[in-house]
């Protein structure tokens, strides 16, 4: 695997510190010291215009605030992450951060031979003294996003196609799946994960294959490969959805809405706790409740979803909001 590390940017200015439940700013004093070092390990490309490309927005935008030094490499596979993580650490990073389910156990690792160094996976499940995970609730939009594509439908039959068939992922799937059921319990939910997530072929060749099949909305979970998904719809004339990113900007007469995830502020906060000394260890779940998780705006689709839809898709986002609403967390379901 081809591994890149770019240094984004050294600001020595008074950096701005987030804090997170609110998302407001304070003046923070200059380090005295050298600047923190932050890197991030991603398993596709930076630009995908969706899971990647967000986190590396939020380790620039925290370079921008914080003054800090950064780096980050790209296609970094399970097979390498464990490599990847201790590069970074033994060339003194204060902060490595792993974005992605798969980095959790890796980052624990290499975080037993180095207990002065900050480690962090973004949708994780694992965690020590110096090893967090940050577990977004994705799994709430992606209810959303079953509902919508569900009522979006003309033929009955949607599908959603999955990167690796892991938790990360599967909660969004069947999330999708029970967000389509609990709409019209007679829709026919087809489901694939093709074990990649930067194959845009794959992805491409997998909704084509549920096109065939009848299906008229066509979803992802699949990071870079699920562009590939995008574009099969566009190509079929059918609509998609897109996930992390506002991907209307890839096809907007196919894309009706996205998933947005906040992973910007979750950088911001985890640097933010470094810098002051109160990063800690554990696994913190954050979603609608914490302004991580959102959808975007229905763009060119805003006259086309019926009015009733969108009215519909509110009043449960604003019930997940509250508490009201809880999207489960299933393993995974058999069939359609």
């Not at 407001?24 to 932050?38: F, G, N, Q, R, Y």
């Not at 399970?78 to 990073?93: H, L, T, V």
């Amino acid at each position: 695997m081809s591994k890149r590390s770019m240094v984004l940017m050294v600001l020595l200015v008074s950096a701005a510190a987030v804090v997170f439940a609110g998302g407001s700013k304070e003046t923070a004093a200059p380090a005295e010291d050298a600047p923190l070092k932050v890197a991030l390990i991603l398993s596709g490309p930076a630009n995908d215009q969706g899971w990647n490309a967000v986190a590396l927005q939020g380790l620039t935008e925290a370079a921008e605030a914080y003054g800090i030094e950064t780096a980050y490499s790209e296609h970094i596979g399970i097979a390498d992450s464990e490599a990847a993580f201790n590069d970074y650490a033994s060339q003194g990073y204060d902060l490595v951060i792993g974005h992605g389910f798969q980095y959790g156990e890796p980052a624990v690792r290499v975080g037993k031979r180095f207990p002065d160094t900050k480690f962090l996976a973004i949708e994780g499940a694992s965690y020590s003294e110096n090893t967090a995970s940050y577990v977004i609730a994705c799994e709430e939009a992606g209810y959303l996003m079953g509902r919508l594509a569900a009522a979006m439908s003309q033929t009955g039959r949607i599908g959603i196609v999955g990167g690796f068939e892991q938790p990360s992922i599967i909660k969004v799937v069947e999330a999708y799946r029970l967000g389509a059921k609990d709409y019209d319990p007679e829709i026919k939910v087809s489901s694939v994960y093709i074990g990649s997530f930067t194959d845009v072929a794959l992805g491409k060749e997998a909704a084509l294959a549920m096109a065939d099949q009848g299906a008229d909305v066509l979803s992802h979970i699949a990071n870079q490969a699920g562009t590939g998904v995008i574009i099969a719809a566009q190509e079929r004339g059918l609509l998609s959805t897109g996930d992390s990113w506002d991907q209307s900007v890839i096809a907007p007469e196919a894309v009706v809405c996205s998933t947005i995830y906040s992973v910007p502020a979750l950088i911001m906060s985890a640097v933010e706790k470094v810098q002051n000394g109160t990063f800690e260890g554990g696994i913190f779940n954050l979603g609608m409740s914490s302004g991580v998780v959102d959808i975007a705006p229905y763009h060119e689709f805003s006259t086309r979803v019926p009015q009733d839809v969108q009215d519909s898709i509110e009043e449960l986002k604003e019930q997940i909001t509250s508490g009201d609403l809880k999207i489960p967390l299933i393993e995974k379901s058999s069939g359609q």
